[in-house]
């Protein structure tokens, strides 16, 4: 146990399990119990601080990359009261090499059932960086999806590639009609956004319902329909190194850091625990080696433009990469850190 004193509380921080193999994302289902996804290609159950040893079967074989690419995401259907489906995403081997998909299962105990890949993209590289991959339900049923450029920056500025994008999808995986791109020629029909590096967390605002995204160069993007996030023409540090072209619109970052944190994994506070945070955005670093708490001067805050006017607070130095952050249904805050021996705290 550790204490740290924070700008409004004095917090303790746990380490309630170790030895798990890169853990990488955590949901929690309505009965409070967090499952957690291991990059290796586990997904385990964690009741009431502690973690159960079995893991869950039936997962799908992954191309796993220690640190990088594997079983990542993790996110329940908005019905799973009724359906008891869960999402994941997961790098799937080829004879092209990897890409990220999404697959659905039953979560039936120690079980998933009736396993399938609902999207697999079309971003297949034999890459070993640059592969993270998130998923997040909006209120109106909608499911984004983010790809990693694969390590080829320009693959981002392709918009016949679903590499460096956000993708937005039916539960199904089918394509919505009301997407930007729909039937426009040179474009893919399921992309949102395009011009991503390589975003390692995304979270919807409770109150908007914008679908937030962090990015691997240290930025943080609101989402909008047929917007160019600037990669590899820009980064947060100044002009990337590839100049854009002339006429080419570019969507600043809403946040950025300068020297990074190298942010991941992320979320809106909304409990009653702490409730002089609520509202504020939670950012894990991976360099930086710490959760961030962001506060904003508008509840919600004002997403027209560039953030200013935002305070920024380190939580504490943990003395170890954070990949991710979450808040439980009992309002307390869990991390998992990215190790070969990581924990969740």
């Not at 601080?49 to 079983?71: K, N, Q, S, T, W």
Request: charged share 20%; no cysteine; aromatic share 12%.
């Amino acid at each position: 146990m550790r204490l740290f004193d924070t700008e409004d509380y004095a917090i303790r921080v746990v380490t309630l399990a170790e030895g798990l193999t890169y853990p990488y994302a955590m949901a929690f289902l309505p009965d409070g119990t967090m499952l957690l996804t291991e990059l290796e290609g586990r997904l385990r159950y964690v009741r009431n601080g502690v973690m159960d040893p079995e893991p869950i079967a039936g997962l799908p074989e992954v191309y796993y990359v220690p640190g990088r690419g594997g079983f990542m995401d993790v996110i329940l259907h908005p019905d799973f009261a009724d359906n008891n489906w869960i999402y994941f995403t997961y790098d799937k081997a080829g004879e092209r090499g990897a890409t990220p998909a999404v697959g659905r299962g039953t979560l039936d105990g120690y079980q998933l059932t009736d396993v399938t890949d609902i999207f697999v993209a079309d971003a297949w590289a034999m890459a070993d960086g640059h592969l993270s991959a998130y998923i997040r339900f909006t209120p109106d049923g909608m499911l984004y999806f983010s790809t990693a450029e694969r390590q080829e920056p320009m693959r981002a500025q392709d918009t016949t590639d679903h590499a460096g994008k956000l993708l937005r999808l039916h539960d199904d995986g089918s394509v919505p009609a009301d997407n930007p791109f729909v039937g426009r020629e040179g474009y893919r029909d399921e992309i949102f956004a395009y011009g991503h590096r390589d975003i390692h967390g995304m979270t919807v605002h409770p109150v908007t319902g914008e679908v937030w995204t962090n990015e691997h160069g240290d930025e943080v993007n609101v989402a909008r329909a047929g917007t160019n996030l600037g990669w590899p023409y820009t980064s947060p540090s100044g002009p990337g190194d590839v100049p854009a072209p002339a006429g080419v619109e570019l969507t600043p970052p809403y946040l950025s850091w300068n020297p990074g944190i190298n942010v991941s994994g992320m979320f809106f506070y909304t409990g009653d625990v702490f409730p002089a945070w609520k509202g504020d955005l939670f950012v894990s670093g991976l360099a930086g080696q710490q959760v961030q708490r962001i506060s904003f001067t508008e509840d919600p805050p004002d997403t027209s433009g560039p953030a200013s006017g935002e305070i920024r607070e380190p939580l504490f130095d943990i003395g170890a990469r954070v990949r991710d952050t979450r808040e439980a249904p009992d309002g307390l805050i869990y991390f998992v850190t990215d190790e070969a021996e990581g924990r969740l705290m």
